[in-house]
């Protein structure tokens, strides 16, 4: 088991150096492993079918004031990612804002269910994680992963992904790696899945339409993982950065 | 004295020039508005969903560019395409785009935009900023409208970008997905397009 896990990350280690200096100026989707992808991409799909969504839909049953808390709770625990992330992308004013967030919150707000810091003047602001913290130092996105059950990567996001287990999620460490009385391993695992049906539950009538209306939904999720990450990547704001105006005006020559 | 004139000119350019871009501002910001209360208008009424995909179809002909998004959407691969291939896709993504969007669309029941502001790229394009407001299951939703101005009487909208996410991108990246999969064949995409509008 840990022969394999050490030849995967080996693996990873390999893809994430070669591929990160070789697409420094390459626009094209990177999907190396596509047959693979596609595999697991329609294995995750059967298993959105018979379990994430329909939790979802009995999740979206549940009174909007349990959601919005269980929400806020989910949000609040991703800022111990978001504030060493916001330290190492040199970010100390978003660092300083999240850690009197998570304060606040966790304190007053009850573990996170509600949010006065909001309220007090600190936003809410993006979400950050070690994939992005790669990305903004520079490195490439690598090629394209569909992992299973967790859904589109990269390489770099894997890799990122993986300093979160190893030291880097102070979540991850209190439940999974350190024998406390205080929480259980499963604590980690429950609030991952709830975060993940939590967002399932946000996009069901977006992503079922989308699935409805795409002629290969595989390429469609693929697009918008890839501009997405791209954007938190740039902290682009929700604007129209994503696209340039010379890919329209070759229309009208 | 020629130095008044020239003052004077200038000062009278920027006044035309800025009168001109915000009629255009106006005109995209009040063509959106219009269109995002037609649509929600037809959403929240209680006619059948055949009758509400119809009336969608009418705004969907009249407010976007879908000659010029399906064209986009070919990206690199519209250089290869004869002038019978070009009119048979024209007519296939046609099709295909109307039924997509009025699909889409249909799902919403309760859909009220507000337009917020706009910003005028150029004399060609100007986008709106408009927020999907959040209901009880699903949260605020930030729209941009990318919208063609070219002719100013008759603006037409080329692309979505709902936060952050380019729908027209999405899409060129998944029409060349398909191509790409069937060794260059363009005809693939025709292929799929017609299965999608035959379903």
């Known amino acids: 088991m840990i022969k394999s896990f050490k030849i995967i990350i080996s693996v990873l280690t390999i893809q994430f150096l070669v591929v990160s200096t070789s697409l420094g100026e390459e626009k094209e989707v990177k999907d190396c492993f596509e047959k693979i992808n596609r595999a697991t991409f329609a294995f995750n799909m059967a298993l959105d079918k018979v379990l994430f969504r329909p939790v979802a839909l009995g999740y979206r049953k549940l009174p909007s004031p349990i959601r919005t808390g269980t929400s806020n709770a989910l949000n609040n625990l991703s800022n111990l990612v978001t504030i060493p992330n916001n330290i190492l992308q040199g970010d100390l004013k978003a660092a300083g804002n999240n850690t009197i967030r998570l304060i606040i919150n966790t304190t007053i707000g009850i573990v996170g269910i509600f949010d006065p810091a ?33 859904g589109p990567s990269t390489v770099r996001d894997a890799f990122g992904s993986l300093v979160s287990m190893s030291g880097g999620d102070a979540w991850y460490n209190l439940t999974v790696k350190n024998d406390t009385q205080y929480f259980k391993e499963s604590d980690y695992y429950y609030s991952k899945l709830t975060e993940g049906v939590d967002f399932r539950a946000k996009n069901l009538e977006t992503f079922d339409s989308l699935e409805k209306t795409s002629v290969d939904f595989y390429a469609t999720v693929r697009s918008l993982y890839l501009q997405d990450r791209d954007r938190k990547i740039n902290n682009l704001k929700i604007k129209t950065d994503t696209l340039d105006d010379s890919d329209w005006d070759s229309l009208d020559k | 004295m020629t130095n008044l004139r020239i003052k004077i000119i200038i000062v009278t350019l920027f006044f035309f020039i800025n009168l001109n871009s915000n009629s255009i501002a106006n005109v995209s910001s009040d063509f959106i508005n219009d269109i995002t209360s037609k649509a929600s208008n037809i959403l929240s009424s209680q006619d059948t969903e055949e009758f509400k995909i119809q009336e969608l179809i009418k705004i969907g002909q009249n407010s976007v560019d879908i000659d010029g998004i399906g064209f986009y959407t070919l990206g690199k691969h519209r250089k290869n395409l004869s002038d019978d291939q070009k009119n048979d896709f024209k007519k296939i993504f046609r099709e295909y785009f109307l039924k997509s969007f009025s699909t889409r669309l249909v799902e919403y029941k309760e859909a009220k935009i507000v337009v917020i502001s706009e910003d005028v790229k150029n004399e060609k394009y100007t986008i709106v900023k408009s927020k999907l407001l959040a209901t009880s299951n699903r949260p605020e939703v930030a729209i941009d409208w990318r919208v063609y101005t070219k002719d100013p009487s008759k603006p037409l909208i080329r692309d979505l970008i709902i936060e952050g996410l380019s729908l027209a991108r999405t899409q060129r990246e998944e029409f ?24």
């Open chain 2, 176 to 199: 060349n997905s398909i191509i790409v999969n069937n060794d260059g064949n363009i005809i693939a995409l025709f292929t799929s397009l017609k299965e999608f509008n035959n379903k």
């Open chain 1, 118 to 150: 909001n309220t007090l003047g600190f936003e809410k602001l993006e979400k950050e994680d070690f994939g992005q913290t790669f990305g903004a130092m520079g490195v490439g996105e690598g090629c394209y992963l569909v992992l299973p059950v967790i």
